[in-house]
């Protein structure tokens, strides 16, 4: 009886640890649930929140990673890569200015190829923001990437 205690004693120890370290991990945010805004497209306020927390995630990153990562036409439709250039684009390099007008620039093709995963609507929004920021790259690129 006394080792079954401390078996259950251990187990509860255990569990309470491993909750402990999960609460940890939550709470600074996996790269998953960092990312998750970027296939969010409906107007729901998770959504909504969801697409601010990522938009916050990649602003902040100092190493802009997310500029090589390959995107999504839902990542064009929830707006939050488009939001990232624009809300960078004076600390872009011009290298990435270059590689986020050539984003911007295909993404109403992406955005098309889509197909039944997004409304109209979706499509059309996203492909806006898409020709307003690739618009706002370009002239970034032309302020400062220019020779001659």
Not at 16 to 28: K, R
Not at 86 to 99: I, R, V
Request: charged share 25%.
């Amino acid at each position: 009886m006394l080792v079954s205690k401390s078996a259950r004693f251990a187990t509860a120890i255990l569990i309470a640890i491993s909750a402990m370290l999960v609460g940890c991990a939550v709470s600074q945010g996996t790269d998953i649930e960092q990312r998750s805004g970027l296939a969010c497209v409906d107007d729901s306020i998770e959504c909504i929140s969801r697409r601010q927390s990522t938009l916050r995630h990649m602003v902040d990153d100092p190493g802009r990673a997310w500029v090589k990562e390959p995107p999504t036409p839902e990542a064009y439709a929830s707006g939050v890569r488009l939001f990232a250039y624009k809300t960078k684009k004076k600390e872009l390099s011009c290298a990435e200015l270059a590689h986020g007008k050539q984003e911007a620039d295909a993404a109403r093709t992406s955005l098309k190829s889509a197909g039944a995963k997004l409304t109209h609507t979706q499509v059309a929004r996203g492909a806006m923001l898409a020709t307003e920021v690739g618009r706002e790259l370009q002239n970034e690129i032309n302020r400062r990437c220019q020779k001659g």
